[in-house]
């Protein structure tokens, strides 16, 4: 199965939502997507065994999640109503000696530990930067934040053609390279562009790898201005009410943008009388509390959800004719169907 994603709800919904909510807005409002069957309330403590993590070496998600495409598309909804984020890095470590560790000063002054997902080709080379590089990644372990695997070369695994020994070597070589540097084995996985054809899907279930996905995207390999990608995050974690964040440590606004979602979610607390307001925790967290009480049972299921949290289109006004006006349009084009479940997209950089 190919996995094409990431369209969780409408770009455009949310892009909508979010610039219509902003970072400042004084109150979220957290929005559910629905629980498939009546669950109790959530238990936000940690479950048991799931305390300190040392160097990515923790407890993780049940093992259905291993390179269950479908499944970790619903683990990254997070659990219904919990208010969790949790942060996740990809493409690093950043050429630019001091993008990553600039990550790492505001996680550690927030308490926040993130999940980075490396490009292994990124840990090679004789010279000076790659050794640079080197011990940002170590640094990364040190300082108690999760090691994922994001494959060498940053190429999309769902090309079959390429033969199943290059896809081997993308996933394998980049595990070996990231924990002989580090000291650890990843174990959590995230494929370059969110696409997984068979055979890669078949080497991570083997390999035990825990498949980690995202919800909430502020396309900050494109969006250079870090108030709006800092927005767009905020404005998509009021409409989703908890969800995976995606950022990539490698352009100074998306570091800037990371700062000021911090900030906002220090002055948005969860309340979990009032069900609002958000908590950072980490990726494990986030994963067992997802698989505890699920967004849906199912990729169809959750497809359905998506659905029908979409808007419904205005009825033209009288006079408007056949010439739609540039609300309507906008509404219209808002309201395009989510990606079918087994759609197959272009990718997009990741
Ligand atoms: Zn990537």
Redesign the pocket.
């Known amino acids: 199965m190919r996995l094409a994603l990431r369209r969780v709800v409408p770009l455009v919904l949310l892009v909508a939502v979010a610039s219509a909510l902003g970072c400042g807005s004084a109150r979220p409002q957290p929005v559910e997507l629905r629980a498939s069957t009546p669950r109790g309330p959530l238990d936000l403590r940690p479950p048991p065994g799931l305390g300190p993590i040392e160097l990515g070496l923790g407890p993780t998600a049940p093992a259905r999640a291993a390179a269950d495409p479908a499944w970790a598309e619903i683990l990254a909804e997070g659990g219904v109503d919990s208010g969790e984020v949790t942060f996740t890095f ?2 690093g470590p950043a050429e630019e000696p001091w993008l990553t560790p600039e990550v790492l000063r505001l996680l550690g002054e927030h308490h926040v530990r993130g999940a980075f ?1 490396l ?1 292994g080709s990124r840990l090679e080379g004789r010279d000076r930067l790659a050794e640079a590089r080197r011990e940002v990644a170590r640094r990364i372990a040190r300082e108690g934040h999760l090691l994922g695997n ?1 494959a060498l070369d ?1 190429r999309d695994l769902s090309r079959e053609r390429r033969g199943a020994a290059w896809i081997r070597r993308e996933i394998e070589r980049s595990a070996e390279l990231i924990e002989a540097t580090t000291g650890v084995a990843p174990r959590w996985f995230r494929p ?2 969110g696409k997984l054809g068979p055979t890669a899907e078949a080497l991570l279930r083997a390999r035990a790898e825990e498949l980690v996905l995202w919800t909430i995207d502020g396309q900050d390999v494109t969006e250079s201005d870090p108030d709006r990608l800092a927005q767009r995050i905020c404005g998509q974690l009021q409409f989703a009410g908890q969800g995976v964040v995606l950022l ?1 440590d490698l352009r100074p606004s998306s570091v800037q943008a990371l700062g000021i979602v911090l900030q906002w979610l220090d002055r948005h607390p969860r309340d979990p009388a009032l069900g609002t307001g958000f908590r950072i925790v980490d990726l494990p967290t986030f994963l067992a509390h997802a698989a505890a009480r699920p967004h849906a049972e199912g990729r169809a299921e959750l497809y359905q959800a998506r659905l029908a949290l979409m808007p419904r289109p205005r009825a033209p006004l009288r006079g408007e004719g056949g010439r739609a006006s540039a609300a309507t349009r906008e509404a219209s084009s808002a309201r395009e169907a989510p990606e079918a479940p087994d759609a197959r997209g272009e990718p997009e950089p ?1």
């Open positions: 990809d493409d997902f490009t994001h940053h370059p562009y990539h990741r």
